[in-house]
């Protein structure tokens, strides 16, 4: 369920580019318009708004915007100006081909998605890249997590709520033999975690959990490391609850100092339109405070005024 608040009345898209046209005007830029515009329209607003006024001023909105803004709103919004489908590929072109890798970002993006939703975005990718994705993932990634990445790319899977409870049975004390290896069985984990459904991994789970001493997660903690670890704790828990995932990942890139306004920026900015009402849920019961709250402790400026429209009301 989506956060994002919008005008009761559909703002018209002309008068949006207006007021964003005469934001830039003067010395310096009105960031205040400009995020009271932007962060209250949805995805379809947006793009007749970006329309809108490259047709009447004959120019980018987002080269201008590039060119106005600066730090993390800059950006932000940029990254809110992407159509949704497009912006996972965008995320991931920055994070595979960038003068900077973001392994992590890679990592969350892909195995966070549903199948439906990576043919979406391999398709996106390959649009906007002009690359497969499994290329750039093959040439940018190693080891274990590259394996399992790109198996978690190329196989198809199940996304209803059934599951088979004997291959549930065998798949759990396959993973149990696997994880009792020296430095675990990766061959056997990458087979199972990117080739069965979301609902039968939490049956799997909770098939492990009752015939191990440690959970499935503490063995994935205790046998692997960095970013193959980090895979696979985001396919179960992606699993097990999307929202609940999203929570610790805010909670970890605002703990601690300094604030990974990277990860802050992108799981705000990808799931306001999508879930981050019950991400917000998930924080506040995990946590004992309201997300709104912490952003606004850890952000500030016209940063923090564009994040908090997007996570809307505080609660």
């Keep these: ?5 919008v005008p009761p009345v559909a703002p018209s898209h002309r008068d949006d580019a207006t007021q964003i046209f005469r934001a830039f005007k003067g010395i310096g830029c009105d960031a205040g318009t400009i995020v009271d515009i932007l962060a209250h329209r949805d995805a379809t607003q947006r793009s007749l708004l970006v329309q809108g006024y490259e047709s009447t001023y004959g120019h980018e909105l987002r080269k201008r915007l590039s060119s106005e803004l600066n730090g993390h709103l800059k950006k932000a919004v940029l990254l809110w100006l992407h159509e949704p489908g497009e912006r996972d590929a965008f995320i991931l072109k920055k994070a595979l081909r960038g003068t900077v890798k973001d392994q ?10 549903t199948p439906s939703q990576i043919g979406q975005l391999k398709r996106s990718y390959f649009t906007n890249v002009g690359r497969n994705l499994e290329d750039d993932i093959e040439e940018e990634l190693s080891g274990d997590h590259k394996k399992l990445l790109l198996a978690f790319l190329m196989t198809s899977r199940y996304e209803g709520p059934e599951f088979d409870e004997v291959v549930v049975e065998q798949d759990a004390k396959a993973l149990q033999k696997a994880s009792k290896k020296f430095g675990l069985s990766a061959k056997t984990f990458i087979q199972v975690f990117s080739e069965r459904s979301r609902a039968h991994l939490c049956a799997v789970s909770d098939t492990y959990n009752s015939m191990s001493k440690k959970t499935l997660e503490k063995a994935i903690r205790d046998e692997t490391h960095r970013h193959f670890e980090y895979a696979l704790k985001t396919i179960i828990r992606c699993a097990e609850s999307p929202p609940r995932f999203y929570a610790k990942a805010l909670r970890k890139a605002m703990k601690g100092l300094g604030t990974d306004d990277t990860a802050l920026t992108r799981i ?7 879930d981050m009402y019950y991400i917000k849920a ?9 997300l709104n709250d912490a952003v606004h402790s850890d952000t500030s400026g016209h940063y923090r005024a564009f994040l908090l429209a997007l996570l809307g009301a505080n609660n």
Aim: proline letters at 0%.
């Design 1 to 5: 369920m989506s956060t994002l608040t």
């Design 104 to 113: 992590r970002a890679v990592t969350e993006i892909i195995c966070s998605r």
């Design 268 to 274: 705000v900015v990808t799931r306001a339109e999508i």
């Design 282 to 290: 998930e924080y506040r019961k995990k946590y004992g405070k309201t």
